[in-house]
């Protein structure tokens, strides 16, 4: 198990040098106000810029946050230092909505109502790596009715109930809403929270919702991101109902990441990438990737989860389920990595897939079922360890084992150094359960080097203890 140092979070248990109070709903609330209970702040980004002040100058500080929908972009970049800024929910219902309550709606025909629409979005534009995607796919307009997500149609014919049309001819959204008009949001913020070169900061107990970023695949325009930051750490932040992702977190190290979630995302649920000496633990992933199914768009970063380039990290506690598109995807460079404890089901495709892994990385306590595709896959992983794994009922099979015949060159994003992995390289099983249709696949029959090459029992360099197989 990677050894992770979460000592450092104590440093959020010290009284805090200022604390600020925000209360939107409070009769008396201004940006303008000292920030205490009787003349609390309206906006949490007047408390940031406050908090920000007072770290640069050494001072630590609280800001309490009431309950309340906040229809505000909040950024906190560019604060280094041992000073500590927690964000806290004093209470549940604290949520940063990158939506706008809509009230100029006009009826038109039958059920279908419009509002006037200005900004001419069109289609976002695409990762050049990527293989072509519907337009539907690069819209990135959001229109809620009593909190339901309407579907996006691309011409005015195809309105039914639940659902709209952006008409940028006529700068127009036409709806049809599910039952009545009642309250109508719509996305026009592309980002909620946004934390960059900064230490020692807290977000607890605050939710997320209705961002619209104005890039396809991540980067620091989902709805959580947390960027080129040391020692954050996230307890009870959850995202939902976001156009592109919704939480993306790259170049971090010394992170803990607590009760944290994403469901309802329109391509990603997560993504985390060079990530070091850090903990996700209680991960929920559910739903996400509506807008690339809406395309048919669910490979490259879609679905649950993406990590990759992680170092010296545990994930703990997950639940993945019910994704559009795979659902926990490690792809690339993971160096002394633990997945302990996690379910993975119901999930479009895949619902776990290991690609390029050098390792040493250790599955312990999975189970993998009631996939459309496949339970477990992996492509050129070495080092790999499953203990107390569970793969049972998906459709296409269990467990497959593939990769590039001759290895394939692996990075280590920290060293520069490659390490050629072939598709199977010592692998250690103990206690592994395969159960349905196919329980374990090799794609390009026998493989050279270590591993499974034909018969798996006699592999020099493989340990199997414990290995049952249920064909269903």
């Known amino acids: 198990m990677p050894q992770v ?3 450092w979070v104590s440093v959020f248990d010290a009284a805090p040098d200022v604390v600020l109070c925000v209360d939107q709903d409070h009769p008396a609330a201004s940006d303008t106000n000292p920030a205490t209970p009787a003349l609390p702040l309206n906006t949490i980004s007047a408390a940031v810029a406050l908090a920000k002040a007072h770290k640069r100058d050494g001072a630590s500080t609280q800001v309490l946050i009431s309950p309340a929908v906040y229809r505000e972009e909040v950024t906190l970049r560019n604060v280094a230092g041992p000073a500590f800024i927690i964000l806290e929910g004093i209470a549940p219902g604290v949520e940063i909505a990158g939506s706008d309550v809509s009230t100029s709606w006009t009826p038109e025909e039958g059920d279908i109502w419009s509002t006037p629409w200005t900004q001419a979005w069109g289609l976002l534009p695409w990762p050049s790596r990527w293989p072509a995607g519907e337009d539907i796919v690069r819209r990135r307009e959001m229109v809620f009715n009593d909190g339901q997500l309407l579907r996006q149609f691309l011409s005015y014919d ?4 639940g659902s709209f049309f952006v008409d940028e001819t006529t700068s127009k959204i036409f709806a049809w809403p599910i039952d ?12 909620n929270l946004w ?7 807290q977000v607890k107990n605050i939710s997320m919702r209705h961002c619209t970023p104005e890039a396809v695949g991540g980067g620091n325009t989902a709805a959580l991101s947390i ?7 996230l307890d009870g932040a959850t995202v939902r109902d976001t156009n592109n992702v919704g939480l993306a977190i790259w170049e971090i190290s010394d992170c803990v990441f607590r009760n944290i979630g994403a469901r309802d995302a329109g391509m990603m649920g997560m993504t985390a990438g060079r990530v070091k000496d850090s903990i996700f633990e209680g991960v929920t992933l ?13 490979g490259w970063s879609t679905g649950g989860t993406k990590v990759s380039h992680n170092h010296r990290v545990i994930h703990r506690d997950y639940v993945v389920s019910g994704n559009f598109a795979r659902g926990f995807w490690a792809d690339t460079d993971l160096v002394d990595v633990s997945i302990e404890n996690i379910e993975c089901h119901s ?8 690609e390029a892994v050098q390792g040493p990385i250790r599955i312990d306590g999975a189970y993998l079922w009631n996939s459309r595709m496949h339970g477990l896959v992996t492509r050129n992983v070495s080092n790999l360890t499953l203990r107390d794994t569970h793969i049972r009922d998906n459709a296409a099979g269990q467990f497959v084992i593939s990769g590039q015949r001759n290895g394939r060159n692996v990075p280590n994003w920290q060293t520069g150094e490659s390490k050629l992995c072939l598709p199977v390289e010592n692998w250690t099983w103990e206690g592994l359960f395969l159960h349905g249709p196919s ?12 591993g499974i090459a034909g018969s798996w029992e006699d592999t020099p360099g493989m340990v199997a203890r414990g290995v049952h197989f249920f064909k269903g």
């Open 180 to 191: 009545g008009l009642g309250v109508m949001e719509v996305a026009t913020k592309k980002r």
């Open 227 to 233: 960027y080129n930051s040391h020692h954050v750490m």
């Open 439 to 450: 329980p374990l696949l090799k794609e390009g029959g026998e493989f050279p080097g270590k």
């Open 5 to 7: 140092d979460q000592s």
């Open 347 to 354: 999930n479009l495709n895949d619902n776990m897939l290991l």
């Open 158 to 161: 195809e309105l039914v109930a």
């Open 195 to 201: 934390i960059q070169n900064t230490d020692y900061v």
């Open 286 to 298: 559910s739903a996400n990737n509506w807008r690339g199914d809406w395309g048919g768009f669910r």
